[in-house]
């Protein structure tokens, strides 16, 4: 077992930038597809964006494709996510996800293994 705690979140006007980050407290989540979902208020949580164990490939939803870049550092067991271009759209609660199986359960909310505590984005108009 293990914990994934998230950092980054915070308040940022439209057209903005933030990185999110997502610290593993295990070194064994080095080897497990890893990814972001969030939700807004009112709204079931949704897949944002995933990345294999390694790296090699990305996955992101078509809402941010373009504007969110998803990457990791295995040497710091953290996974980052960048956001530009940011919309008051883009508002929400960030989760890390990590799922010990595959990355297509990565990509649903209701079968991923991990989950962080979250950290909100808030973007202004």
């Known amino acids: 077992q293990g914990q994934l705690v998230e950092s980054g979140g915070g308040l940022v006007q439209a057209g903005g930038s933030l990185r999110l980050s997502c610290a593993a407290s295990a070194r064994t989540f080095n080897n497990y597809p890893m990814g972001w979902f969030r939700q807004a208020p009112g709204k079931e949580r949704e897949f944002v964006a995933a990345?294999?164990?390694?790296?090699?490939?990305?996955y992101y939803a078509d809402s941010v494709k373009g504007r969110f870049t998803i990457s990791r550092d295995n040497a710091k067991n953290t996974v980052y996510l960048q956001m530009n271009s940011l919309k008051p759209e883009d508002t929400a609660v960030y989760y890390c996800a990590a799922d010990s199986r595959s990355l297509g359960h990565l990509t649903i909310a209701a079968t991923v293994d991990y989950w962080g505590q979250g950290t909100q984005v808030t973007v202004s108009s």
């Open positions: 990345i294999r164990w390694n790296g090699g490939s990305t």
